[in-house]
């Protein structure tokens, strides 16, 4: 079992690494087509976990917390989560239209994303869902669109 890893390079835009695979994100979209052949390196170091030790706290499900809010310009949303995987964020307006998702593939722990004024609208009350390892969290955010955000 690993306990830590850590990439020290890698031609990816993105890499996961856990106990029995490496997982790589290598296109997105937007991207021109991959050529055959193309190839993609991650160079990492990891340290083996000799025991696991019971009553050892981990990262609940799946949390997410979004800040500030109200916000103008950009929108930070902070998450936890108890396994490594996909993280699919989708932003949804007061009507349910979906405007936007952002995926990423992250390891286990606390997570921070900035979700810039691409996503949202006008100003107006928008829902932030965060779906990863088959749990759900939503938060109601209020967009001030690019104009300064009270506290």
């Not at 993105?14 to 190839?39: A, R, Y």
């Not at 949303?77 to 490594?84: I, T």
């Not at 810039?116 to 928008?126: L, N």
Request: charge should be negative.
């Amino acid at each position: 079992r690993i306990d830590s890893a850590e990439v020290l390079s890698t031609d990816a835009y993105d890499v996961v690494i856990t106990d029995d695979f490496v997982l790589m994100q290598i296109w997105k979209e937007g991207d021109d087509p991959l050529e055959p052949g193309v190839t993609r390196e991650v160079t990492f170091t990891a340290k083996r976990a000799l025991s696991v030790g019971e009553g050892l706290s981990s990262p609940p499900e799946l949390s997410l917390h979004v800040e500030p809010n109200p916000a103008s310009g950009s929108l930070e949303l902070s998450f936890s989560l108890a396994e490594a995987g996909q993280v699919r964020i989708n932003v949804y307006d007061a009507a349910g239209r979906k405007l936007g998702t952002l995926r990423k593939c992250l390891s286990v722990g606390h997570h921070r994303i900035v979700l810039k004024s691409e996503y949202f609208g006008a100003s107006g009350i928008y829902f932030v869902e965060a779906l990863a390892g088959g749990k759900r969290q939503i938060a109601r955010v209020i967009w001030l669109g690019n104009q300064e955000a009270s506290r």
